[in-house]
């Protein structure tokens, strides 16, 4: 009996799907997602008001504080006697306080440097923002591959459990045949329920990052490509280091720890207020009062201050160092898994996934020939399907490393054993963030 025409269409349409190229031009479509995020994503919304309210606060701390009025009124004895004896009076005075030299400018400047820093925490939420919705597309096109390649996989068997029947009600095929097909089935039927529900959570994730309702439909195109990193090691990392919040947010800490060190250094200097006040007697001749206060600062609270201060911008210093360190192993740690992935990605494009068609295709003509049994034409399609399966994770996990390396994040990712994981050693290398 020959075999279903069904069941070849389908096997070999996986194989044209998986040999459609890895040359990925930009697309338009994530490029609008990426922007709409930016727009109208609330907690970028959130980050930037914050922003705001840190860019107020330099005009707050760099102006003098506010002067001090006060109403005083003196009685001489037991009786109101204001306008008939000296020493009743009624007394409006105020006072100022005046900071030591270049204390305000010192003040404002750390206070602008919080704002800085301000500035670069947006950033970063404007980085995670791009990447949480690149991850979400690319996990939203995963998933929805998979749950494609279950569906046609269930497709296949139900057109070998179709033969199976036959074959068995006409006596020249095995019982087994007829139930491996049913189990296999059913299966399948499963996977396909578990790829669309994680299709259905990447989705409401990617419609919650672009401020949408969450049940929003939206069409992505199938995960077919994967686009080569064409700059060098040290491109990368001149470049990440050019991009990061964190270092760049370090760098204007030493900024800010130093000013903060010589405002300290002000502490030892001592303060002036001064005050003065109008003294009304009533019928009598009015007073006025002039005077100056000066602050004396405390010698050991100054020194341990400027303790302070020195060490934090020590801790700064050494923090930058680190960071610079810390960029570029994780550059290093996502170039090697984007390396192999890419050659791994040959391998399966010029060798693996053709060399699985070779072997369906000759076991099917066996099997319509009456040469071989269901055996023979099962193994080659499932190993054509498993290996499509890890094509389709393997340019996920690219596109995800890709992600992470454009993020400039210092999220370490799984890197270590990451190409050792799964049946042909890369379903390890597919999961989204």
């Known amino acids: 009996m020959p075999f279903p025409k069904a069941m070849s269409c389908a096997t070999l349409a996986l194989l044209l799907a998986a040999r459609s190229g890895w040359g990925a031009t930009e697309d338009p479509l994530l490029h ?22 840190a860019e107020a606060r330099p005009a707050q701390v760099g102006n003098l504080p506010g002067p001090t009025i006060g109403l005083f009124y003196q009685n001489d004895g037991i009786r109101p006697s204001l306008g ?4 009743t009076m009624l007394a409006l005075g105020a006072s100022q306080e005046l900071p030591a030299s270049g204390k ?18 947006v950033e970063r939420a404007r980085l995670g923002l791009v990447a949480s919705v690149k991850q979400a597309y690319h996990g939203l096109r995963l998933a929805r591959g998979l749950a494609v390649l279950a569906e046609e996989q269930g497709n296949v068997w139900r057109e070998i459990q179709e033969t199976a029947r036959v074959r068995y009600a006409a006596a020249v ?22 790829h669309h529900a994680e299709a259905r959570m990447r989705l409401a994730e990617l419609n919650r990052l672009l401020g949408r309702p969450t049940d929003s439909r939206l069409e992505v195109p199938p995960l077919t490509a994967l686009e080569r990193e064409s700059r060098s090691r040290e491109e990368l990392v001149s470049w990440t280091e050019s991009v990061s919040p964190e270092l760049k947010a370090a760098l204007a800490a030493v900024q800010r720890d130093e000013l903060a060190l010589a405002l300290a250094g002000k502490d030892s200097k001592p303060g002036l207020a001064v005050q003065g006040a109008y003294v009304n007697r009533g019928g009598l001749d009015p007073m006025w009062q002039a005077g100056v206060s000066v602050a004396l600062p405390s010698r050991g609270r100054a020194r341990a201050a400027v303790a302070e201060a020195a060490a934090r911008l020590a801790a700064s ?12 192993a994780l550059v290093d740690q996502r170039l090697a898994v984007l390396q192999a992935a890419e050659e791994l990605e040959v391998t399966y494009r ?33 190993a054509l399907l498993e290996d499509r399966t890890d094509y389709l994770r393997l340019l996920a996990s690219h596109a995800s490393e890709r992600t992470r390396l454009d993020e400039a994040s210092l999220e370490i990712g799984a890197f270590e054993g990451a190409l050792m994981h799964g049946r042909s050693g890369l379903s390890g290398m597919g999961g989204m963030r």
């Open 32 to 53: 609008a997602l990426i922007e709409e995020a930016l727009a109208r994503n609330p907690g970028l919304v959130a980050a930037r008001q914050a922003l705001a309210a």
């Open 84 to 87: 008939t004896r000296e020493m």
């Open 104 to 121: 305000r400018r010192l003040q404002r400047q750390v206070a602008g440097a919080e704002a800085e820093l301000a500035a670069f925490d």
């Open 173 to 194: 095929g095995p019982q087994r045949e007829l139930m491996r097909a049913q189990v296999e089935s059913t299966r399948a039927h499963a996977l396909h329920a578990q």
């Open 317 to 328: 210093r050494a923090r930058v160092e680190d960071l610079r360190l810390g960029l570029a």
């Open 350 to 382: 010029e060798g693996l996934l053709p060399q699985d068609q070779g072997a369906l295709e000759s076991a099917l003509a066996s099997y319509r020939a009456g040469r071989a049994g269901q055996a023979g034409v099962l193994e080659p399609m499932v």
